[in-house]
């Protein structure tokens, strides 16, 4: 076994994942990468957390399918021996607001379902036995889609909804040995929403949310690497939390306009 801490995160090829691949392996971490589509940037993030001192490993999966999961916790547990932490980050959506309903069929339900959702289980499931050896931690990416009724789909919404649900119930499942918490962020500012939507309508997206949200900003990645990799490293008496990183969306906009008004 290895003396050096690990972790595997999910979808770290880039954004949110690459970027706290990167925080871990400079703490001293040794870390997985996980990517199903973007090896080049997967490559590259492999890149960066070797060069800050981490023994690597880049593993192409499907976290829908169980034994893609199973096999990343395998690659994990055979090279270093142990696992103290796992960041579920991988994650689906499709552009398809209550407007748009009939854009949403079956098909694209039970897909997003199965990576967002299933595969957080999946992943968990197999990564559990080694968690408890090490008193790890789990940290779920989440969204405020989850816990205010908002977002870019309705599947989206309800699989992340489900995953506030599942966090909950395995920080009770799995306590005391490993600590569950979700990291909920609002919008950040990562290529997958200009992906998703274009680059004039995001920046539109953009300038409208840090118009009527509190705080007035939108995430970065680093915001959320920075709570994801917190909750790992320290928060040592956090359990059951689902963390809201949204510049306070989810106090409305009526308090940030009375204060305007008043100043």
């Not at 118009?211 to 790992?232: F, K, N």
Request: charged letters at 20%; proline letters at 2%; hydrophobic letters at 45%.
């Amino acid at each position: 076994m290895t003396a050096r801490k690990t972790a595997i995160i999910t979808g770290s090829a880039t954004g949110v994942g690459a970027v706290t691949a990167l925080m871990l392996a400079k703490r001293g971490y040794d870390v997985l990468i996980n990517y199903s589509k973007s090896e080049h940037e997967a490559k590259e993030t492999e890149r960066t957390c070797r060069e800050a001192g981490a023994d690597t490993l880049c593993v192409r999966a499907d976290v829908a399918e169980d034994a893609d999961c199973r096999a990343l916790v395998s690659a994990a547990a055979e090279r270093w021996g142990r696992l103290d932490a796992l960041v579920n980050n991988a994650g689906m959506t499709t552009f398809a607001g209550s407007a748009n309903w009939d854009a949403l069929d079956a098909e694209i339900f039970q897909r997003i379902f199965a990576v967002n959702l299933l595969g957080t289980f999946q992943m968990i499931r197999a990564a559990a036995p080694h968690l408890k050896t090490t008193r790890g931690s789990i940290v779920n990416v989440s969204s405020i889609a989850g816990a205010l009724g908002i977002g870019s789909s309705v599947p989206y919404v309800a699989s992340k909804g489900a995953i506030n649900s599942l966090t909950l119930h395995l920080a009770r499942a799995l306590a005391p040995e490993v600590r569950v918490n979700a990291v909920c962020p609002g919008m950040i500012t990562t290529r997958w929403f200009v992906d998703g939507v274009g680059q004039e309508a995001y920046e539109k997206l953009k300038a409208h949310y840090e118009s009527v949200t509190p705080l007035a900003t939108a995430c970065t990645a680093e915001d959320v690497a920075e709570a994801i990799v917190w909750l790992i490293e320290g928060a040592r008496t956090m359990t059951g939390e689902l963390l809201l990183l949204d510049s306070g969306t989810h106090l409305g906009t009526f308090g940030r306009a009375v204060v305007q008004q008043k100043t």
